[in-house]
């Protein structure tokens, strides 16, 4: 269910940033989800714990936020624009990268 909603999302949001937030948060937690569950499935099937897909997991919660941190920073080194002007752009004194012409 997470996933389709990240699904959903990454086709309707209007900015890249939160597309990319929407394909990275409801992948992370609706994948932990259903491996946990095949975890507890197959250790309850089997009669020992399984802990494969909690290894899995594990692995999820390290690499997927850091590509999404990757992208939605490149997105920002190459200047996309986003749908929203920022509130306050902390990195914007520390840039030491000259903008390049806004992509559309």
Do not use: W
């Amino acid at each position: 269910m997470l996933v389709c909603a990240g699904s959903f999302g990454v086709a309707r949001f209007k900015d890249y940033f939160e597309r990319v937030h929407a394909a990275g948060l409801p992948a992370t937690l609706g994948l932990s989800l259903l491996l946990i569950a095949s975890s507890i499935h197959l250790s309850a099937h089997l009669g020992e714990p399984f802990l494969k897909p909690i290894v899995v997991v594990a692995i999820l919660f390290l690499t997927v936020p850091l590509g999404t941190e990757m992208l939605a920073r490149a997105g920002y080194i190459t200047n996309v624009k986003p749908a929203h002007e920022y509130a306050r752009d902390d990195a914007e004194e520390q840039r030491e990268l000259e903008h390049k012409e806004p992509v559309e």
